[in-house]
């Protein structure tokens, strides 16, 4: 290889492990190196920085003035405390032919192949610009992504379309459930519970709180709308956290319990949550009032995202099976940032990437050397329809 050669894609990989971008900390490092390469790849770049220690990107190759096509990747990764890893997962390490380390799939694996890409990008003359956008707190509800998108919408870009480069197996995946979650906190009032008459019980509010999450996940289950293209294909909804009490002989002064719904398009996860959460308030906060001022509850929003509904008939979904070499499309369960370039960004998406979602946020995570390939051949064809 000759000293001027760019990166091959297993060595940009190599050093996007290297930084440890846990959502928890700073991406900066990560951010730096990759204005490098885009800036040896003669790329524009646009740095935005919302909030300290934290940046995405959004780096153009081909004319800025036209629409063209985004692909888009995170560069934060979950935690791997407590997970039995057999290597460093923060140093990519080969093992029969597998890459392990951790957001191999999920999904600093794609975004690798787009910046191995970009002298390719740059070498294309492309008629039409491919920009590569990079977010951060993905992981953490989808946040980084909006500034970004922000910035998009600032600049007058109006991409045809996104690929969200999310592990789907380069599957072209068309749909996947919004989701709102957050945390309520029922504040009671403790004593003796030999007194327990005196006191307001907040496990025993939270307990009506979560039989009617319950209740109206069952009717949504029984009777809701259905979509049969996601495995589990009706929305859903369940309280996934508790935390109350001190003692087995005090009333619980508070419970916080944290609850979530996941909606196919035909229902809206924000609208659940907040049908939910005026029961909260108008019945059990009401009546903790009633009994006393002092009592009543808080909530804190946890998570809010759309979901993504693209028609497959489309332009986009079209050229997103070509350029795969598919011919069909999936739904998945999981969130992504492709709903948020949908509806805020009002930008056509998709997410096809390489790599398994069931090998993502687990202990050695990889992605094969053929499957970064296969994501290679779909983005070189992109560029070759962008000339
Ligand atoms: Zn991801």
Redesign the pocket.
């Known amino acids: 290889m000759a000293a001027t050669d760019p990166p091959a894609i297993p060595d940009i990989l190599a050093r996007l492990i290297a930084f440890d971008t846990v959502s928890a900390k700073s991406n900066l490092a990560l951010v730096e190196a990759v204005e490098d390469l885009a800036r040896a790849a003669g790329a524009e770049i646009d740095r935005i920085t919302p909030e300290a220690g934290k940046a995405a990107l959004w780096i153009t190759l081909g004319p800025g003035d036209v629409p063209g096509y985004v692909l888009s990747?995170?560069s934060?990764?979950v935690p791997t405390e407590g997970q039995p890893w057999t290597s460093d997962p923060f140093r990519l390490t080969e093992r029969d032919g597998r890459l392990y380390g951790r957001g191999t799939s999920?999904?600093k694996g794609f975004v690798a192949v787009c910046l191995a890409l970009m002298p390719e990008m740059a070498a294309a003359r492309l008629a039409r610009p491919i920009h590569i956008a990079l977010s951060y707190d993905?992981?953490v509800g989808c946040l980084g992504v909006r500034p970004l998108i922000a910035r998009m919408r600032e600049r007058g870009v109006r991409p045809l379309g996104c690929f969200v480069g999310?592990?789907t197996g380069m599957e072209v995946v068309v749909g996947h459930k919004g989701k709102a979650a957050a945390r309520v906190t029922f504040r009671g009032k403790a004593c003796h519970s030999a007194l327990a008459p005196q006191g307001i019980n907040a496990i025993e509010y939270a307990a009506r709180f979560i039989d009617h999450v319950r209740l109206s996940a069952e009717g949504l289950a029984r009777d809701g709308a259905r979509d049969p293209l996601y495995d589990v294909p009706h929305t859903t909804g369940l309280c996934s956290v508790v935390r109350g009490g001190s003692a087995l002989n005090i009333v619980p002064e508070t419970c916080a319990v944290e609850f979530e719904y996941r909606a196919i398009a035909a229902d809206d996860a924000g609208g659940l949550a907040a049908s939910a959460l005026a029961y909260a308030r108008e019945v059990l906060g009401a009546e903790m009032a009633a009994r006393d001022p002092a009592c009543g509850l808080t909530v804190e929003p946890l998570v809010d995202y759309p979901g993504l509904d693209l028609d497959p008939a489309s332009d986009l979904a079209r050229l997103a099976k070509r350029l795969a070499g598919r011919e069909g499309h999936a739904k998945v369960s999981?969130g992504?940032?492709a709903g948020l370039f949908e509806v805020l960004g009002g930008v056509p998406s998709v997410v096809i990437g390489p790599g398994s979602?069931g090998r993502?946020h687990r202990a050695d995570e990889f992605i094969e050397r053929a499957e970064l390939e296969d994501c290679a051949a779909f983005v070189r064809r992109l560029i070759a329809d962008c000339r």
């Open positions: 990747g995170h934060d990764v999920d999904m993905e992981e999310e592990p999981f992504t940032e979602i993502a």
